[in-house]
């Protein structure tokens, strides 16, 4: 039996948090884990893909058995039978196809996202570590990146943010442009705000971070690489940010109307975007139908983010296309691939049968052009009788048990001289004249 | 037909089916539509360029329709020029040519409304027509570059207020980019067109002392420079910047194309 490669695992899709978190692999761990994979397993190459969101074995073997010898691995840290209906398995062209989408992110949880080619990439660098990689996960592997890259750049799968947070970089990079030394400005300790504004300073913005208490605002800006700010300094410092984001518990209004209609003034109209996280609101809604204020509360981004995902789902549709087109491919090249050592043996033992004769044959020319054409005459029968010698036999052998598949085989393979009578058998070609 | 009809044509069609790409790009299309929307211009500007080295024995110095023609070509380079050397600032920059385009087709199709051509007595010639001629030109081509980065700022923010992110808003340049770019084109064209203004005016008195100092199409002239103009200067003393300053550069363009096209209609000198 030919290698096969297959695929086991759970995914967010089949299995709870409690269980995939049994199963977790450390990234500097994932050398040894796929080299100890490799062994127990007895699988000539293997890759462990563990994130957060899926742990999975891909796996190469000759044997049907290999892929249970890898299920069973996979349940040693919880117990035999205890991942049952969580795994999933797929095998052959499924499997390849399965690994292009994963990389792909098409299987991801939030579709389109990046981390999961990362993490991949991780995993195929830690299986070549560790030795575990040899022609067939290593091509197939190489070809999911490319396929990736493929998807990312041909269809509109990564556009689009879906988190508050990258929502709130992509209005900013809409209004701004580059963020590189922007002012944003954190009003508030929420924990979403401080996610938002660290996202935004990872941009190249600087972040002011201004809470009631000082002594908050001095723990909040450390976390977060920023300068604190106190409360009384708000209507200044809103009027030379460009980024602000509310996100205190107040049950009013933090920012109004007759406050903001000051801090524009002072501003020179220049653009603000207001993010307002908090629930209830910090800023009061109308402050949004001003001139260069761009507001967005919490539904605007819950709306944005899931146009965005509507729209991703959408191109994944082309996405899921280009997989199978790569998968097939990919499979067309593994075929190949199987038949290459026989056709190499095939014509390596050609090869061999006539070399042999006409080593018998050399010594024997005269120079006496009648003896030697005799000679090479013989050579050519012997090579003929121990060329086709085997295959004649089993045709013959063949169509008297009746197997007719062979004898059709045979005029498939040798259409020039098949006799037109035989069904499913291609038309006879012109016979080849030898020369004379 | 002759060769300059011809090429004419030609020019007209390259400008239309940029134009249709441009647009298709706007609404939906990947980044390489947008390239190529705005790489198909350069072929209609060569076809242009041709068009001009074949007509411009034709055109007379004060002809509206040369003044049109070379004025659409600059456009169109200047665009071409500004994407290309702008393109690691400003990648988005070749969507812009979507509004650009229609401008330099509008232009380019008035230029081929010939009227018949105005003479200049050769006891009046000076250098003060020239003068006008040139600084209108390159005035026209800055506000109508400013023209396209308004009505890009105009719908970028519509899609900001509206609250759709998605398509257009991908697409366009950010708004802080547009209005530092429209402030730029204004501030470069007011003073041009300002002095084509006063050597406009110089030149009518020198033509004809007796004519009122201010026809119909010359109002629409003082109307475009009193809104760039008031654009300018309320930027500067009161930071009003945004929507009101692109659409006050809406308005003045419009104003400068209604001027434009009075002069068509006149068929005669510019």
Redesign the interface.
Known sequence: MASELFVVGLSYRTSPVALREKLAVPAAELPAAVQRLLGEASLEEALLVATCNRVEIYGVASDAAASTRARGWLETPVGVGALGEHLYERNGKEAVKHAFRVASSLDSMVVGEPQILGQVKEAYAAASAGGALGGLLDRCFARAFAVAKRVRS?T?IA??AVSVSS?AC??A?????NLQGKRVLLVGAGKMGESAAKHLAKQGAKLFVLNRSHERAQQLAEACGGEPRGISELASELALCDVAIASTSSDRFVITVELMREVVRA?????LFLIDIAVPRDVDPRV?EM??V?L?DVD?LG??AD??MS?RKREAEAAERIVESEAKDFEDWRKQRDLKPLIIAVREHVRVTLAAELERTLPRLSGDKDKDRAALERMIDAMVNKVVHHPVAEIKAAAERGDLDVVVAATRLFPAVAPADVEGAPPVAAPIRRRT | MTPASALFGLTVLLYVVAWSVEVTFLFRGGESVARRGAMLLAPAAACHLAFLALSIDDMHATDIHQVLAIGSFLLVVSFLVAAWVGRAKWPKLPVLAAFITPVTLLFFLLAGFRRGVGTVPDDVRSLVLPIHIAVNILGEVAFALAFAVAVAYVLQERQLKKKKLTGLFQRLPPLETLDTLGFRLVSVGFPLLSLGVVSGALWAVRLDPSAPAIGATQTFGLIAWLMFGGVLLLRIAAGWRGRRAAIGTMLGFACTCVLLVGYVVRGSGA
């Open positions: 041909e509109g556009s689009g929502i992509d209005l990079k809409g209004i701004f442009g501003r020179k109209h220049r653009p949004g001139d260069n761009f967005y605007d709306k944005v146009e965005n729209a």
